[in-house]
T-cell receptor, first 115, second 114 residues
Framework: DAGVTQSPTHLIKTRGQQVTLRCSPKSGHDTVSWYQQALGQGPQFIFQYYEEEERQRGNFPDRFSGHQFPNYSSELNVNALLLGDSALYLC??????????????FGSGTRLTVV | LAKTTQPISMDSYEGQEVNITCSHNNIATNDYITWYQQFPSQGPRFIIQGYKTKVTNEVASLFIPADRKSSTLSLPRVSLSDTAVYYCLVGDPLGGGSQGNLIFGKGTKLSVKP
């Protein structure tokens, strides 16, 4: 049973560019959340998708956007990249929304470096 | 949203028992306590969850006093491979925080030495 799969594993981009990160949730899960983790910090919640809609959003600018597809996979898009966007981007999948959220499973993340 | 406070770092030696305490003075009645483990360049991994008293699984034990204002993660006989960051989270059952998302603090960096 595959867990959460993220691609690519590493990425280097230039300031001002745009990037798309991808996530396939664990089999049976229907909810996808994205987190940003800067070096030495805990993961910070970006947003959560369920039924192809953004349901929750953390304190991140509109440059961060996402999408969820009918097969529950998801994309995270970041526009106009800044040096401060360099981080490990984590995808977590779970089952159920909003009353009960069962068993978060995290992927290994995408390491984004902005130069 | 209940805030958690943990030590920033802890050191231990192989074979010792490690106890990491988390304070959560404002925990709500419906909140559970969940601990995650994270290795460098990997996503967090669920370790254990509890509501009150004591919970034990094959990896760790979780001790929660009656007032639930704190909790202690106990790792028996640690090995070098237990070196990681450990996060204490308080929120909805089975990992969900306020409004259905997980709220992480900075965690406790555990270093196990030979």
């Amino acid at each position: 049973d595959a867990g959460v799969t993220q691609s690519p594993t590493h990425l280097i981009k230039t300031r001002g560019q745009q990037v798309t990160l991808r996530c396939s949730p664990k089999s049976g899960h229907d909810t996808v959340s994205w987190y940003q983790q800067a070096l030495g910090q805990g993961p910070q919640f970006i947003f959560q998708y369920y039924e192809e809609e953004e349901r929750q959003r953390g304190n991140f600018p509109d440059r961060f956007s996402g999408h969820q597809f009918p097969n529950y996979s998801s994309e995270l898009n970041v526009n106009a990249l800044l040096l401060g966007d360099s981080a490990l981007y984590l995808c977590a999948s779970s089952l159920g929304f909003p009353e009960r959220v069962y068993g978060y499973t995290f992927g290994s993340g995408t390491r984004l470096t902005v130069v | 949203l209940a805030k958690t406070t943990q030590p920033i770092s802890m050191d231990s030696y192989e074979g010792q028992e490690v106890n990491i305490t988390c304070s959560h003075n404002n925990i709500a009645t419906n909140d559970y306590i969940t601990w995650y483990q994270q290795f460098p360049s990997q996503g967090p991994r669920f370790i254990i969850q509890g509501y009150k008293t004591k919970v034990t699984n094959e990896v760790a034990s979780l001790f929660i006093p009656a007032d639930r204002k704190s909790s202690t993660l106990s790792l028996p006989r640690v090995s070098l491979s237990d070196t990681a960051v450990y996060y204490c989270l308080v929120g909805d059952p089975l990992g969900g925080g306020s409004q259905g998302n997980l709220i992480f603090g900075k965690g406790t960096k555990l270093s196990v030495k030979p």
